[in-house]
């Protein structure tokens, strides 16, 4: 009678170790994270909550926001937002990739730099905030993400739109 409660008690310990065990997605997204901040972007938790009323975009959502900051600031620069664009089906997405819609509507060129630059990214794109000191994406983070193609795209952002 004692060795199936020993037993049950070994498996009990053994199930709750192993339980604290990072998966092999958390461990991607750890390192895809850590490669980020080697790269200098900022990486941080964001719940977007959108304009409903403005915009028809519905849903809020959470994800992992990855901001790349204007190493060559304007003097007294607020940070205002140019454009921003999220990645739901909403009632204006003139000139956008499918699947995209404005949040704050941007220009055409903005829109032709984007649809460039999202086929060459290898993730979905959730949210895109293009302000005058920063550019921030919220990628979906998905098996073939990787840093170093977050940091060419939001380079290739600041440098045409801030920086223009």
Known sequence: MIWPI??????????????????????RLADLRLDAIKRKLHV??????????????????????????????KKRDS????????????WDSDGLPEGLAWHDQGSEQDAQLLTRLVKELPDD??????YSN??????????????AAYEAFLTEILNSVVHS
């Open 6 to 27: 020993a037993i049950l008690v070994g498996l009990v310990v053994f199930g709750s170790i192993y339980w604290l065990k990072p998966s092999p997605r958390d461990k």
């Open 79 to 90: 940070g205002e937002l140019l454009w921003r664009v999220v990645g739901q089906q909403g």
């Open 44 to 73: 941080r938790q964001y719940t977007f909550k959108p304009d409903s009323a403005k915009t028809g975009i519905r849903d809020a959502f959470t994800g992992t926001n990855y901001t790349l900051m204007d190493p060559k600031p």
């Open 125 to 130: 794109l959730l949210l895109l905030e293009v």
């Open 134 to 147: 920063r550019v921030t994406m919220m990628p979906a983070e998905n098996k073939t993400a990787n840093a």
